[in-house]
Every structure is written in structure tokens, then in C-alpha cells.
């Protein structure tokens, strides 16, 4: 055994050094320490002042890695719980990340600094997302039966809003993009009229649909998704009201003015008519009873929609055929 002992000294005194021409008392504190060290030749372990260093301990030997003990069965939750970093001592796979050297393959999952750095969803597996489901159905309430169909829904509902989230790597987990909103609303669900209905129209202009009868609304003006969603509803309050509005000046359309063709009371419904009252094609006699037994015929009504079609949509292929087949109809050819 290595002996270690110390002794401290410390004395206070007060000296009066008027005589040496000093007119007020001196105070002194005086330290005084003696120590010896004695080490033996038997100091193992620590460290040896008189030697060249330390005496380091053996390594113990790395035990056999988590991944060889997991049974084929176990509980995968239990193992990733939540979000964590690529342990690969905890995934019995044999990932492989990086460039691989020389040709080769890239490095294994042990000391892989790539499959740490990049986020995994190790803890999102089927079976973690289906006990987040059962934990969370408690919570939850029954789908309606009244909306059992996706027609039903739409007629219910005709406002749907789009927004996208956004999983990203980086130094910040907000995306710009992720505060822009797309609302998209169906023209036949609002209370519009013949007028209101062309004149929202030609207010929405391009964002309408044709074809699914829908316009859609962009907002991405402010910072925030909720601020966006507001200004679009603002926006779609605003379109409604206004096509609802009749200026004076809308009293003063003609018929080159009009958005759409009409047949209705146009030149080529009256020569119709009367080639049709002198062909005596409804029978003897003449009237509105003729004209009226005239344009309920079925010819007449396909002879109407080509005509419409074909000044709406412009001339192709299909409006100059159909053109074509309700004239030879009406004619008799």
C-alpha cells in the first residue's frame, strides 16, 4: 500500500511596523505546507508519478449484435417505437448505402454514416399504423350513412379544397409550397340563373372546367394555409354575388354580344320553319299550332343541337358531320 501524507501550516500574526515609519498596523498571513508522497512498487491501476504512464485495462470483446438474438415473429413496434436513426445493430436487413468504391457495392449498414444522416420510417411500418388506427378509433365517429355514394357527397358538398404537405430533409421542416390552397367548386351546385351563370363565366374565365363543369380557385398570396383558405372562400362569396348583379348597361346587348349561339328565335330557326310550313311537312294549314308541332319534332330538335354546336365549338370533323346527317334528316334525303 502507497502512503500519502500532507501537512498545512497556516499562522496569523499582526506586526506593528511604526517604527519602520508606517503609522497604522500590518496583517500577515503566512503559509507554510509540508508534504511527502511515498509510492510502492505494488501501485497497480493508477497512475505512477515516477513511471512513463498509465496501465491501461484489456477491452472486453463486442458481444453478438441485437440483430442475430430477434426472433422471425417479434413485436416490430417494440423495436422502433417511434422516430429514431438507423440503428443497424436493430435491423436484421442488409441495407446498403453510399458510392461504392472501386467499382464494387456500396458500403454495409455497420458504421454507415449515410444511413444515419437520412430520416427513415422504420417506426411506420402496417403494423405500427395499425395500432395508431385502433388506438384512435375511440375517438373517432361513424361515416354517415346518407353519404354512402360519391355522387351524394357532391351534392352535399360541392366546396372541396386542395393542399399538399410536404416530408422534406432539411433545415427547416416548413415548405413553402404547402400554403397554397386549391379550391374547386362545381357550377351546377350554385342557385344561378341563365344571366348569372355567364356572367360568372366571364368572371372565373380560364379556371373553368369544361368538361367537369368545375372552377377552381388558386390562393398562395399569404404566408399561411388557414389566410389562404380565407381569401379564396372571400373570393368565391365575391364571384357569386357579382354575377348575380345587372348592370344598365348589360340591357343594351345584342345578339353579336351574346357569349353563346341561340337558336332559339334566330334566322335559321324562322327559314327553317317556313321551308318546312311550305313543304307542308306538318300537314295542311298554318299557325302557331304548326310551328309549335313543328319544333317538337325529333329531326327538328337534332337539326337545333347541330346548328348550336356548330357555332359554339367552331367547325371540325365531328360538328360538320353531325351538321350534315340532321340536314339530310329534316329533308328527307
Known sequence: MASHTS?????????????????????????????????SAGNKGLPDRGGRGFL???????????TEKMAVDQDWTAVYPAAAIFRPSSVPLPVRMGYPVRGGVPPEKK??????????????????????CEALKPFCTEWPSALDTDARCDELF????????????????????????????????????????KKMLKLVGKRYCKDTDTFTIAAD?????????????????????????????????????????SWDDSPSQRNLLDMLVRMKAAGEGE??????????????????????????????ESTVLQYKEAVKKVLNL
Open 158 to 197: 360541392p366546396i372541396k379544397v386542395e393542399s399538399t404537405d410536404y416530408v422534406s430533409d432539411g433545415p427547416s421542416v416548413r415548405n413553402p409550397s404547402a400554403r397554397v390552397i386549391h379550391l374547386k367548386v362545381k357550377l351546377a351546385s350554385l342557385n344561378l340563373d341563365d344571366h348569372a351563370r
Open 221 to 261: 398570396s399569404c404566408p399561411l394555409r388557414q389566410q389562404n383558405h380565407d381569401y379564396a372562400m372571400y373570393l368565391l362569396t365575391v364571384l357569386y354575388h357579382e354575377s348575380w348583379k345587372t348592370e344598365t348597361w348589360e340591357a343594351e346587348k345584342t345578339v353579336a354580344d351574346m357569349e353563346e349561339y
Open 7 to 39: 501537512k498545512a501550516f497556516l499562522s496569523l500574526g499582526r506586526i506593528n511596523a511604526s517604527g519602520l515609519g508606517l503609522q497604522r498596523p500590518v496583517s500577515r498571513v503566512t503559509y507554510a505546507k509540508d508534504s511527502s508522497v511515498n509510492a
Open 287 to 316: 299557325g302557331e299550332g304548326v310551328r309549335e308541332q313543328l319544333l317538337g319534332r325529333r329531326e327538328v330538335q337534332e337539326y337545333k343541337d347541330s346548328v348550336t354546336r356548330l357555332k359554339n365549338e367552331g367547325e371540325s
Open 56 to 66: 491501461r485495462r484489456p477491452r472486453r470483446t463486442a458481444g453478438e449484435p441485437r
Open 111 to 132: 458504421g454507415n454514416l449515410e444511413l444515419i444522416k437520412i430520416p427513415n420510417f422504420l417506426h411506420l411500418t402496417p403494423a405500427a399504423i395499425k395500432k395508431h
